[in-house]
């Protein structure tokens, strides 16, 4: 049975930091790709960061030299690091695994006001 969970998600000021965890079984984690996701009240999920298999990353425009996505194969987890949160940073997040079918955690809330 494939599981995702996540956590780490909280209420912090504008300029602060949280780490976002996605504890996964199921499966060979270190085969897939893993994604982290979010959605804003009224908004559509967006993707966030992925991390490869071999570690490769990316990110999306508005929250690159802010977050840091990561990876433990020993520990099946990933990770999303967010620095410097903004308001805009307020949404649920949500880890992918890549491929087929798709699975996704139940997501975590993140927001970020004073």
């Known amino acids: 049975q494939v599981q995702l969970v996540e956590s780490g998600g909280g209420l912090v000021q504008p300029g602060g930091s949280l780490r976002l965890s996605c504890a996964v079984s199921?499966?060979?984690?270190?085969?897939?790709?893993m994604s982290w996701y979010r959605q804003a009240p009224g908004k559509e999920r967006e993707l966030v960061a992925y991390?490869?298999?071999?570690?490769?990353?990316n990110y999306r425009d508005s929250v690159k030299g802010r977050f840091t996505i990561s990876r433990d194969n020993a520990k099946n987890t990933v990770y999303l690091q967010m620095n410097s949160l903004k308001p805009e940073d307020t949404a649920v997040y949500y880890c992918?695994?890549?491929?087929?079918?798709?699975?996704w955690g139940q997501g975590t809330q993140v927001t970020v006001s004073s």
């Open positions: 992918k695994r890549a491929g087929f079918p798709v699975y």
């Open positions: 199921g499966f060979t984690f270190s085969s897939y790709t």
């Open positions: 991390i490869s298999t071999r570690g490769t990353t």
